[in-house]
């Protein structure tokens, strides 16, 4: 009963709120094959579309995760109904994540069945820049309720890498293609610490 | 008065601070931090390559090396390309190897049997690439009898060969001119690209050139962002109707907002402006330096930059919505700023949005792109303009109730958003 109502929501929240976020994280998806060879590749070559391209859908989804509620008279209206908003939040931004698997590891299978060096290593990885791109632009759109300062900060993290990629240190988005692992770890738990950030300031603002 | 009032809701809006960090950020740690000291001559004594390359421009070094490279990829059937910046080896179909055979065989002389010659005596040794090994091919080099073939004609072939490739190969004309004509400086040569900077840059040009390539950067951007936020604020605070229902003129509305935009925006870089020209004269105390290029060249180069990314923001948030102002700006960035690879000088093509020129010398390769820049710059100014006319027109329509947006799925289109 409560799974079926909460799936009902999910649906509900994803065909209204959601669908275009989807269907722009499936355009990069498409477009990376484009923009990057990706056949018969070793695993440092394999790991740049995964670092370089495929983590901008982490951007497009988790980063509007409060958008739909933007404006104050709409979000009263949620606030009103019985579910709770943080939760609804919580449900859309797990949802985000989700997809980014789901898109990321589908993208990983399709390199391996083109004769990539592929790992499970490459998609936790790109999952990792992924998960931090999106969690920056998440926590500056809660912290500033502005969508577009969170979308900003994404871009301008990403941006940074590639100006300012010594200066990053464990925060560098490419490190796998530089042959590098360690910095993952690091990258997925400061977009934890992000998103629990992000909702812990939304409760103390009461926004 | 109205643009006073657009200014300050501007300078009010956070978006528009967090795009004053950034460009202070990217003067500061990019620009700045680089010019703090003067430039000296350089010394004398050196072997030739220890100075720099610099391109020849010699026809015959370009044909010979172009076309000793492309028979070694020919024979391999690997050609690295980098489309957007990003490695792709191509591996060409039958056909279109037989194509490029029959370029070879254009420009060298060599018949189909001649080469099948060469490539039995070739060198041949594997290289792995990804999980599988390729045999590779290196041939002896082949001088070219450059008579047999007019310079214009090599230039059509190898940008053929580009098409074919897909694009972004070392066969595009302008990227084999500059990869394969690359010659050591000598001494000579190092200190009269140094004077340069002093006669024919007056100090001043060089550096402006650097300041440009630097925030040239973040400003085919940023602006964007600000655009969508001052866009759609007015819709935020649901003062949309408020504004349609009153008497002035879209036109005046929306080219008096862009106005107040661009004039905010421009003012850090006008800051930052200030700010090289008394770094330039501390470190230059003494020099003549000619302060008018540094304030001339960025303007030139910088405001169409800006121009463009605003007005696209605007455009695109009128007629659909803030994202896909922010996806469409994001791409055509990301693809100017790939598309030039590794090229960081020089790199200004017609309608090459971030142009780059990240040097203070190889003063001869931007003149030789110096007619492009000025109709890329050109192009773009007007073009934003053209932009801004639309998104008034649109702005129009919608006070009209003659139209509401674009959706995408019908009356209720899901896919519709409002920012």
């Known amino acids: 009963m409560v799974s079926g109502c909460l799936a009902k929501m999910v649906f509900s929240d994803v065909r209204h709120n959601y669908v275009i976020h989807y269907l722009t994280a499936v355009g990069i998806l498409f477009l990376t094959p484009l923009l990057f060879g990706i056949s018969q590749l070793d695993s440092i070559l394999s790991a740049q579309p995964l670092e370089i391209i495929l ?59 083109a004769g ?32 577009i300062a969170g979308y900003m900060t994404s871009v301008i993290y990403y941006m940074s890498n590639f100006t300012m990629k010594d200066k990053l240190r464990v925060l560098y988005l490419f490190s796998m293609s530089h042959g590098r692992f360690e910095e993952k770890k690091y990258l997925v738990i400061i977009a934890a610490a992000l998103v629990a950030g992000g909702f812990a300031v939304r409760k103390l603002m009461r926004k | 008065m109205l643009f006073a009032k657009e200014c300050r809701k501007i300078s009010g809006s956070l978006v528009f601070w967090i795009y004053c960090i950034i460009i202070a950020l990217m003067f500061l740690t990019q620009y700045f931090s680089d010019c703090t000291e003067r430039e000296y001559p350089p010394s004398p004594g050196r072997s030739a390559g220890d100075y720099d390359f610099k391109p020849s421009g010699d026809h015959d070094t370009i044909i010979e090396g172009t076309v000793n490279s492309l028979i070694n990829d020919y024979y ?40 099948a010659e060469i490539k039995n005596n070739c060198e041949e040794y594997y290289v792995s690439d990804g999980v599988h090994e390729y045999k590779e091919y290196k041939a002896e080099h082949i001088d070219v009898d450059t008579d047999n073939i007019s310079y214009d004609r090599f230039r059509e072939i190898i940008s053929d060969i580009d098409s074919i490739l897909g694009g972004g190969s070392d066969y595009a004309p302008e990227s084999a001119e500059y990869n394969f004509s690359m010659i050591p400086m000598t001494y000579e040569d190092a200190l009269e690209e140094y004077n340069e900077l002093f006669e024919k840059d007056g100090i001043a040009g060089a550096y402006a050139r650097l300041f440009s390539d630097y925030l040239g950067i973040v400003l085919g951007i940023m602006p964007v962002f600000v655009a969508i936020a001052i866009a759609a604020a007015d819709r935020r605070s649901r003062m949309d109707q408020l504004i349609f229902s009153r008497s002035i003129s879209s036109f005046r509305l929306v080219f008096t ?163």
Not at chain 1, 60 to 65: D, G, H, N, S, Y
Not at chain 1, 82 to 111: A, E, P
Not at chain 2, 89 to 115: F, M, N, P, R, S
Not at chain 2, 294 to 322: D, Q
Request: hydrophobic share 50%.
């Open chain 2, 257 to 419: 907002r862009y106005a107040a935009l661009i004039t905010m925006m421009f003012i850090p870089v006008l800051t930052e402006i200030i700010a090289s020209v008394i770094q330039l004269l501390v470190i230059y105390n003494g020099e003549s330096v000619a302060v008018e290029k540094m304030l001339g060249i960025p303007v030139f180069w910088l405001l169409p930059n800006l121009m463009v990314s605003a007005a696209l923001g605007m455009l695109l948030t009128e007629m659909f919505s803030g994202g896909t102002a922010i996806v469409v700006q994001f791409a055509v960035w990301f693809m100017s700023i790939m598309r030039g690879g590794t090229v960081l000088s020089g790199n200004i093509r017609k309608f090459t949005l971030v142009c780059r020129h990240n040097t203070l010398y190889n003063r001869a390769q931007f003149m030789l792109h110096k007619n492009d820049f000025i109709f890329n710059r050109t192009f773009y100014f007007i073009a934003s303009l053209a932009a801004v006319a639309v998104t008034a027109f649109v702005f129009e329509m919608k006070r009209g109730g003659r139209f509401n947006g674009i959706r995408l799925f019908g009356k209720d289109g899901i896919l519709r958003r409002k920012a």
């Open chain 2, 76 to 115: 391999s059937n690997k050609y690295i390309c980098y489309p957007l910046g990003f490695y792709k080896a191509v591996h060409l179909k039958d056909k279109d190897q037989e194509k490029i055979e029959a370029y070879i065989t254009e420009i060298t002389g060599l018949d189909h049997d001649k080469l």
């Open chain 1, 116 to 147: 990539c060096n592929v790992t499970a290593k490459h998609f936790a990885g790109s999952l990792a820049s992924a998960l931090i791109l999106g969690s920056a632009g998440f926590f500056a759109a809660a912290v500033s309720d502005n969508v």
């Open chain 1, 55 to 113: 983590p901008l859908m982490g951007t497009v989804l988790m980063t509007p995760v409060f958008f739909p509620e933007q404006n104050e008279n709409i979000r009263d209206v949620v606030r009103s109904k019985k579910t709770s908003y943080h939760l609804l939040c919580f449900i859309r931004i797990m949802c985000s994540v989700l997809m980014l698997s789901l898109f990321i590891g589908g993208f990983v299978i399709y390199m391996k069945s």
